[in-house]
């Protein structure tokens, strides 16, 4: 199994997949891992995700070093207007079911990236920098990938090789979507002056800046119509330009602290996310302007729904028709995200029209059912697979379960693999898993029993100690009888 970058996705599924019992090559263009300051809000699936591998602990300690916080309840922004956490209904049923990781949801990408590449390590995964893949051939039973230090041969692979990807080009993948607008740029600064900047969001007819939330922190988005060069490198000058055009001042930056990162809202889904034995995820399958800190999280979304869909079935416990789901379960939630993101754009602009729109969203989201609306979605617990089944978990990522020995139901599943929560009193469900799941007894109230999928996704649950639909669910999601994918 070859998988191309080595980015958090790439890693992130490269990890997976060893897990999966596969062995997996990781592909790297880049000599180093890359310090540029780009994502820091994990969604509640990511840090679940993570959670359910054993390092929720390790994100925590990260978030306490780098924002000096441990836990906090994160609300983030639409457009740059911010939702007040004291107006969100925290008692929500979907928030309230997942608030485990709340000390673990504002990480550093670069610190990210350095955690899931020691969690890869550790499985076994060798990543290997300075490799670049020019070339792709899909031989039908399996891929020889050309790169500037010879030619490999796998039988998949998974590009997860950035917005850029050469994979997806090589694969003859289209990406459609709609063209950028806007120039933005990220960068943490030393400045002579900073009482020249508004703290939070600034409007003005030349764009808008964000300064904080962390000293030196600053952002700015202009609508010009897109960089000119999307290759050339970001200067300190580049930033200061920009803020000085959108905020009107003439603040005066005197050194970065953190490689800065230029984006736009070219906004574009892969028509595909197979062609064959070569798959996509993360940023090759999907890009968007990044407001509201959802790429990151939707890539890790993709990697931990293909991982072990992709060991399954390189390992033969599978059949291939299982890889279908993939793209099917995936597609849904990759298009929400460029359009939640798109709307953005929409109100960002500095015009009296996206004003005016502008303050009819800030009267809605300065609501408790607004604001609960939104961070709602920003966090991820709507999401949901389409299942068939009544039962409400049923589709979802399971909740937070606290069992009764003080463990919880994430901290059964470091090792991948399917899990079988069975609270019935003679092990009724467990005995029908057995063999096929992790059979996780206990004896505490609230659902009777669930089945879920080796990313976090309940396939089955049961209020009662009825097993029925059981077993067709084992079947088809845990076990070797897989015709129903046909
Ligand atoms: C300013 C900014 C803020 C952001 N904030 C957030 C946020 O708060 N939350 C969030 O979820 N997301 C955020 N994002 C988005 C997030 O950074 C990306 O979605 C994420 O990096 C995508 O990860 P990836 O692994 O798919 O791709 P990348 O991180 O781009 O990694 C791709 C890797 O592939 C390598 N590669 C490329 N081509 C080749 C090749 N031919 N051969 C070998 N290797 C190759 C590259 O060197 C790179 O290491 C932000 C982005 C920006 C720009």
Redesign the pocket.
């Known amino acids: 199994m070859i998988v191309?970058?080595?980015?958090?996705?790439?890693l992130a599924l490269a990890a997976e997949l060893a897990l999966g019992g596969v062995s997996v090559r990781v592909?790297?263009?880049?000599d180093s891992p890359?310090p540029a300051m780009?994502?820091?809000?994990i969604n509640v699936p990511t840090a679940e995700a993570l959670d359910r591998r054993g390092l929720l602990p390790a994100l925590e300690r990260i978030q306490r070093e780098t924002l000096g916080v441990a836990g906090f309840r994160f609300t983030g922004h639409f457009a740059g207007m911010p939702l007040d956490p004291g107006l969100v209904d925290w008692a929500d049923p979907e928030l309230a079911a997942h608030t485990a990781v709340e000390g673990a949801r504002m990480i550093p990408?670069p610190r990210l990236e350095e955690l899931l590449a020691g969690h890869a390590e550790r499985l076994g995964v060798h990543v290997r920098r300075g490799?670049?893949?020019t070339a792709l051939e899909d031989t039908g039973s399996g891929v020889v990938v050309g790169t500037n230090t010879g030619s490999l041969r796998a039988g998949w692979v998974v590009g997860?090789?950035?917005?850029h990807s050469?994979v997806r080009r090589l694969a003859g993948i289209p990406f459609p979507g709609t063209d950028p607008e806007i120039t933005g740029y990220?960068a943490v600064v030393d400045m002579a002056d900073p009482e020249k900047l508004a703290d939070g969001w600034s409007w003005s007819p030349q764009g808008v800046y964000r300064y904080g939330p962390q000293p030196g922190r600053v952002a700015t988005v202009e609508f010009d119509g897109g960089p000119a060069d999307r290759s050339a490198p970001v200067t300190l000058a580049d930033v200061q330009s920009s803020l000085r055009r959108v905020s009107g001042t003439d603040v005066t930056l005197t050194g970065l602290r953190a490689a800065p990162?230029r984006?736009s809202d070219n906004t574009r889904q892969a028509a595909t996310y197979r062609s064959g034995r070569v798959f996509l995820a993360?940023?090759?399958a999907h890009v968007h302007p990044?407001f509201g800190?959802?790429?990151?999280?939707l890539?890790v979304g993709d990697a931990v729904n293909l991982g072990w869909k992709l060991a399954a079935v390189a390992s033969g416990r599978a059949r291939e028709a299982l890889l279908d789901t993939y793209d099917a379960e995936r597609r849904p939630v990759g298009a929400w995200v460029l359009d939640w993101t798109r709307a953005q754009i929409g109100v960002l602009r500095g015009d009296p029209k996206s004003g005016a729109l502008r303050g009819v969203l800030a009267d809605l989201l300065g609501t408790r059912d607004g604001t609960t609306y939104a961070v709602k979605q920003i966090a991820g617990v709507t999401q949901r697979v389409s299942l068939p089944g009544a039962h409400p978990w049923t589709g979802r990522y399971v909740p937070d379960v606290l069992l009764s020995d003080g463990t919880r139901l994430s901290d059964h599943a470091h090792e991948g693999g399917f899990l079988l929560l069975d609270r019935t009193a003679g092990a009724v469900f467990g005995e029908l898993a057995a063999g096929r799941a992790r059979v996780v007894r206990d004896d505490g109230a609230g659902v009777a029993g669930a089945l879920v999928r080796p990313d976090g996704v309940v396939v089955w649950a049961s209020d009662t100690t009825d097993p029925v639909g059981l077993e067709p669910a084992l079947r088809q999601w845990a076990g070797s009888d897989l015709l129903s994918y046909r």
Do not use: I
């Open positions: 191309v970058g080595a980015g958090p996705v790439g592909l790297e263009r880049r890359d780009r994502a820091q809000s990408q490799v670049e893949v997860c090789d950035g917005g050469t990220q990162t984006w993360g940023d090759a990044p800190g959802q790429g990151l999280n890539g």
